[in-house]
């Protein structure tokens, strides 16, 4: 695994600490806004390891402190580096406030998942990545959010809109999408994707087609997700395209 990444500039103030892309390694897009008076963070990342390379991307380029983590929703490798950071403000849709409390109870270590890997081998990719993150979890610590909402949060921060929105989907319940008016960025996490891989069947591996064109809007110019490159408009209207032409929507 690469130790050091440098940040992608996608905008004037906004940029993205980029994912892993090792094979079986389960590490993604972090989106990174730079403000005046604080560095908003869009999800945490997957370990304190995962964190602590975040921060040190950041460092010497007179980022302010991390005060805000904004969950696009509460799978592990969004959000288990989030403790690190020492964040003041976690802010999520209102159903991963449950979910959080329910993780904060598991007794998590190298046990524990040896244990959940007996109980679902399906989950075996998965477990394995988490392992191989968080090798020492004596730092590790689950954090729950400390702002919520159930539909629609616009937050305001040094000229910056950000647009919350909650969009749900078969991948997570409680996936919200983020949107940058002012930079024409939209960070959209992992929400159009299918279920995460021990939940659906074999075959099941359709995008959410009407949510996807949903988020297409003149206004947008790059779309990020969870484990992609950033694309383009145009660039996401064709992975659109392509993806109705695989579900047999249109012709190939």
């Given at each position: 695994?690469?130790?050091?990444?440098?940040?992608?500039?996608?905008?004037?103030?906004?940029?993205?600490?980029?994912?892993?892309?090792?094979?079986?390694?389960?590490?993604?897009?972090?989106?990174?806004?730079?403000?005046?008076?604080?560095?908003?963070?869009?999800?945490?990342?997957?370990?304190?390891?995962?964190a602590r390379q975040?921060?040190?991307?950041?460092?010497?380029?007179?980022?302010?402190?991390?005060?805000?983590?904004?969950?696009?929703?509460?799978?592990?490798?969004?959000?288990?580096?989030?403790?690190?950071?020492?964040?003041?403000?976690?802010?999520?849709?209102?159903?991963?406030?449950?979910i959080m409390a329910?993780?904060?109870?598991?007794?998590?270590?190298?046990?524990?998942?040896?244990?959940?890997?007996?109980?679902?081998?399906?989950?075996?990719?998965?477990?394995?990545?988490?392992?191989?993150?968080?090798?020492?979890?004596?730092?590790?610590?689950?954090?729950?959010?400390?702002?919520?909402?159930?539909?629609?949060?616009?937050?305001?921060?040094?000229?910056?809109?950000?647009?919350?929105?909650?969009?749900?989907?078969?991948?997570?319940?409680?996936?919200?999408?983020?949107?940058?008016?002012?930079?024409?960025?939209?960070?959209?996490?992992?929400?159009?994707?299918?279920?995460?891989?021990?939940?659906?069947?074999?075959?099941d591996i359709d995008?959410?087609?009407?949510?996807?064109?949903?988020?297409?809007?003149?206004?947008?110019?790059?779309?990020?997700?969870?484990?992609?490159?950033?694309?383009?408009?145009?660039?996401?209207?064709?992975?659109?395209?392509?993806?109705?032409?695989?579900?047999?929507?249109?012709?190939?």
């Amino acid at each position: 695994m690469p130790m050091f990444r440098e940040l992608e500039a996608l905008a004037p103030r906004v940029y993205m600490f980029p994912r892993d892309e090792t094979p079986n390694t389960i590490q993604p897009n972090i989106g990174v806004l730079r403000l005046k008076n604080q560095t908003i963070l869009i999800d945490a990342g997957n370990s304190p390891r995962h964190a602590r390379q975040i921060m040190a991307a950041m460092a010497g380029e007179d980022f302010a402190s991390i005060e805000t983590i904004i969950y696009t929703h509460h799978h592990w490798d969004h959000t288990f580096g989030a403790a690190t950071f020492n964040a003041s403000t976690i802010v999520a849709q209102s159903q991963n406030s449950n979910i959080m409390a329910n993780y904060a109870t598991r007794p998590w270590g190298v046990q524990y998942l040896r244990e959940e890997l007996y109980r679902d081998p399906q989950r075996e990719v998965s477990l394995h990545a988490m392992m191989d993150a968080i090798p020492d979890w004596r730092e590790f610590r689950i954090c729950q959010p400390t702002i919520t909402f159930n539909k629609i949060l616009t937050l305001y921060y040094d000229g910056l809109t950000l647009e919350l929105e909650a969009v749900g989907g078969r991948h997570a319940s409680d996936s919200l999408i983020v949107r940058i008016p002012e930079a024409g960025v939209m960070f959209v996490g992992d929400s159009y994707y299918p279920p995460p891989s021990h939940l659906h069947e074999e075959d099941d591996i359709d995008l959410a087609l009407p949510m996807m064109e949903s988020f297409l809007s003149d206004d947008y110019h790059i779309y990020v997700d969870g484990h992609g490159a950033p694309r383009s408009r145009s660039e996401f209207e064709q992975v659109i395209a392509y993806e109705k032409k695989r579900q047999g929507l249109l012709e190939l």
